[in-house]
């Protein structure tokens, strides 16, 4: 069964960190682009980061430039998302999607595996 899990959300004030992990089963990780999504209440969902697998370029939404990093371990079929310099408007459901393509789609339509979400939560 090809399966994407999510894990390390939870409730952090605001400027502390989390890292959130993307676990795969059933399929390598490395060969594809790997995003994180998220979704707060009544918002639409929105692209954060993306690391492809191509050749490794990480693109980032401006909200989370220069606070957030994603990075792989392969040999535990793992991504990580790392969180610093938290904000309130963080709060969401984060998830992960895998790309076949490795190209990093902008459209979350584009890719074929997601997890199931995590929640994050900011307080001020």
């Known amino acids: 069964q090809l399966q994407l899990v999510e894990s390390g959300g939870g409730l952090v004030q605001s400027g502390g960190s989390l890292r959130l992990s993307c676990a795969a089963s059933?399929?390598?990780?490395?060969?594809?682009?790997i995003g994180w999504f998220r979704q707060a209440p009544g918002k639409e969902r929105e692209g954060v980061i993306c690391?492809?697998?191509?050749?490794?370029?990480?693109y980032y939404a401006d909200s989370v430039k220069g606070r957030f990093t994603i990075s792989r371990d392969n040999a535990k079929n793992t991504v990580y998302l790392q969180m610093n310099k938290l904000k309130p408007e963080d709060t969401a459901v984060y998830y992960c999607?895998?790309?076949?393509?490795?190209?990093?789609?902008?459209?979350?339509?584009?890719?074929?595996?997601w997890g199931q979400g995590t929640q994050v939560t900011v307080s001020s």
């Open positions: 059933g399929f390598t990780l490395d060969y594809y682009a």
């Open positions: 999607a895998a790309d076949v393509t490795g190209s990093c789609p902008v459209g979350g339509y584009e890719y074929d595996y």
């Open positions: 690391i492809s697998s191509t050749d490794a370029s990480i």
